[in-house]
């Protein structure tokens, strides 16, 4: 594991864009592993403005992402397919067509699921995978458990990540209570894996992560095992 501490949102933000674009420059139709919330903003600010000087070239790239909230269709402005179209799909140039999220509307959620996991095989895998963590230690949506869950699968949002994720919805009644998020499997397959995360609200939660016990009950600390995992963190 790579621990990297920098001073700011800004210098975490440059590092990530340029580790991602620099996957890119090496594997131009790599497959990236997306992630959404607010961590990865400043990430994919810096990508737009990389692909818009021409340093780096989108075209062949495939995405998947995480997660999706369930009953959020992509027209929802939270819904998470929203997100990735709006902050960075519609500012690159990516072929929207190889870009994935969960269907969180599908009307078989199993059979969604299994198809996102033959998807993930058929791309043979997950170049890098780039993630957030959740006060609770979550990825994805994988929330802590009694144990790791492997397969894409529908989980039951905590009652700290409706909270969290309360301050994008009118009112905390809007957050749904459901997710259908990649398991541990797409996570842990990934060739190689950035975690970024920012401010002191989040410090209690990496040290637990990554120089505590690898436990389900912190999600995150199953990274502790991956061979190629970076972590970026600011305390500001
Ligand atoms: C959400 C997402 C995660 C994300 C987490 C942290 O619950 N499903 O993928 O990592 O929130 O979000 P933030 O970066 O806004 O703190």
Redesign the pocket.
Known sequence: MRYITVKNYDELSTKAAALICAQVNVKPNCVLGL?????PLGTYAKIIEKCANGEVDFSEVTSIN??EYMGLDGTHDQSYRYFMNTNLFSKINIDLAKTHVPNGCAADLEAECRAYDALIAEHGGIDLQL????LDG????NEPDKYFEKATHVVELDPS?IEA?ARFFASEADVPRKAVTMGMGGIMTAKKVLLIASGKNKKEIMEKAFFGPITPEVPASILQLHPDLTVIYSEE
């Open positions: 992630a959404t919330g607010s961590s995480l997660d993630l957030g963590i959740g979550h990825i994805g949506f990540t994720n």
